[in-house]
């Protein structure tokens, strides 16, 4: 079965300071795809970047960044220049390909990130 | 704008009782999902639905149940068989074809309290 893991549920970082939230995952499928989502205070889930399996650079977007090390199965996301706004809690999910022809994820548990001032 | 949009934001259930949770999409999306969240915990998966009149038991459906009359709508109810229904829930949808690396869309949520 495929698996996500978290294994930080809460993280400090200094304001405009850059962290790392750390994901692994276990998965038998050759082609898999991995996000990462942002969930404020407020509930709704944000998308934050992708990485697929196959995708021979590490994805980025904006001050986002994906540390993807395909053999050691993990996944981390890095945030540069931390914002107060950044503070909010973090999930890492995998598309779950067992379902067959579905899109629907496998969460982990989160890790909640506060940025001080 | 194109979005998902849940309603209502807040309910609160009597033991015994039925409830509806609203979910509505105007990105046309083939597919459309439930997921449940624990204070603290990840999302488990409730149901989906690939196309109109079909849908699946995701991790933990005992206790609910979906339908998927149209395309943009994909109402849960939550029946007085859930024992512990109280939590938060995520309607989610995406435009389902598994090549595709697609990002699911998720709506603001509703918080369900059992009173």
């Given at each position: 079965?495929?698996?996500?893991?978290?294994?930080?549920?809460?993280m400090f970082v200094q304001e405009k300071e850059?962290?790392?939230?750390?994901?692994?995952?276990?998965?038998?499928?050759?082609?898999?795809?991995?996000?990462?989502?942002?969930?404020?205070?407020?509930?709704?889930?944000?998308?934050?970047?992708?990485?697929?399996?196959?995708?021979?650079?590490?994805?980025?977007?904006?001050?986002?960044?994906?540390?993807?090390?395909?053999?050691?199965?993990?996944?981390?996301?890095?945030?540069?220049?931390s914002q107060l706004g950044d503070s909010a809690?973090?999930?890492?999910?995998?598309?779950?390909?067992?379902?067959?022809?579905?899109?629907?994820?496998?969460?982990?548990?989160?890790?909640?990130?506060?940025?001080?001032? | 704008?194109?979005?998902?949009?849940?309603?209502?934001?807040?309910?609160?259930?009597?033991?015994?009782?039925?409830?509806?949770?609203?979910?509505?999409?105007?990105?046309?999306?083939?597919?459309?999902?439930?997921?449940?969240?624990?204070?603290?915990?990840?999302?488990?998966?409730?149901?989906?639905?690939?196309?109109?009149?079909?849908?699946?038991?995701?991790?933990?459906?005992?206790?609910?149940?979906?339908?998927?009359?149209?395309?943009?709508?994909?109402?849960?109810?939550?029946?007085?068989?859930?024992?512990?229904?109280?939590?938060?829930?995520?309607?989610?949808?995406?435009?389902?074809?598994?090549?595709?690396?697609?990002?699911?869309?998720?709506?603001?949520?509703?918080?369900?309290?059992?009173?």
């Open positions: 079965a495929q698996k996500i893991t978290q294994t930080q549920p809460g850059a962290v790392t939230l750390d994901c692994t995952y276990d998965t038998s499928d050759q082609s898999y795809g991995l996000f990462w989502y942002k969930q404020p205070s407020s509930g709704e889930m944000i998308f934050l970047i992708y990485q697929g399996s196959y995708d021979e650079q590490n994805a980025t977007e904006g001050r986002y960044s994906l540390n993807f090390q395909k053999a050691r199965k993990s996944a981390n996301l890095v945030i540069s220049a809690m973090y999930f890492c999910a995998m598309r779950d390909r067992e379902a067959g022809n579905t899109g629907k994820l496998i969460f982990g548990q989160g890790t909640t990130l506060q940025v001080k001032p | 704008d194109g979005g998902i949009t849940q309603s209502p934001k807040y309910l609160f259930r009597k033991e015994g009782q039925n409830v509806t949770l609203s979910c509505e999409q105007n990105l046309n999306h083939d597919a459309m999902y439930w997921y449940r969240q624990d204070p603290g915990q990840g999302l488990r998966l409730i149901y989906y639905s690939q196309i109109v009149n079909d849908f699946q038991k995701g991790d933990i459906a005992e206790g609910y149940s979906v339908s998927r009359e149209k395309k943009e709508s994909f109402p849960l109810t939550v029946t007085s068989a859930q024992k512990n229904p109280t939590a938060f829930y995520l309607c989610a949808s995406s435009i389902g074809d598994r090549e595709a690396p697609t990002e699911a869309f998720f709506g603001q949520g509703t918080r369900l309290t059992v009173v």
